[in-house]
């Protein structure tokens, strides 16, 4: 998780109060509402990444150039997660419960789609990185702990989307194909 200094706790908080808004509310300036809801915590680190790269991006360089070209990747890696990477993960609790009905159906077509572009989605990781990684360097050259530890942080995140939440992402696709109906 992200440091908790003085903003990113007010973010943070500013983030759970926007989850009790109509899915999409809470991003209604970022981005258009999802067809399926995503995560409440997935949800909120977006929320805060974004605010927290936006606070960065209006420093002066090296820092804020940095962060103003982290801050374009992620917004738009964020926006197709929202549409069909992190909608299935809704699920991940009642397949753990054993609960799989037909109609979470809708959740076959998204998973299908992470593993059709599970390179593309590689590169843009592998390209966010990248750019925090700038960050970092620009960090570290103006004497910028919070960006630091942000840009740490935050490209810890983008492993974590590769390691655990696509291979459990394509789990859900393969426990819902094992357990349904034929015709989905």
């Not at 992200?2 to 509310?25: D, E």
């Not at 990477?85 to 992470?114: E, F, Q």
């Amino acid at each position: 998780m992200h440091p908790r200094s003085p903003t990113v706790v007010g973010i943070v908080a500013l983030a759970a109060v926007s989850w009790l808004m109509p899915a999409g509310a809470a991003f209604a300036q970022a981005a258009p509402a999802a067809t399926h809801p995503i995560p409440q915590a997935m949800r909120i680190e977006q929320k805060e990444t974004i605010e927290q790269l936006t606070i960065l991006a209006a420093k002066p360089a090296p820092v804020g150039p940095a962060a103003k070209d982290a801050l374009a990747l992620i917004q738009k890696h964020y926006a197709r997660e929202r549409e069909f990477i992190l909608p299935p993960l809704t699920l991940l609790p009642l397949i753990a419960d054993g609960k799989v009905t037909p109609d979470m159906a809708w959740a076959l077509p998204m998973t299908d789609r992470v593993r059709a572009e599970r390179e593309q989605i590689f590169d843009e990781h592998a390209e966010t990185t990248e750019a925090l990684n700038v960050l970092l360097v620009a960090a570290v050259e103006a004497n910028d702990n919070d960006a630091k530890e942000f840009a740490e942080s935050a490209a810890g995140d983008s492993l974590t989307d590769l390691e655990i939440l696509e291979p459990a992402i394509l789990m859900i696709g393969d426990t819902l194909r094992a357990k349904l109906p034929a015709a989905h």
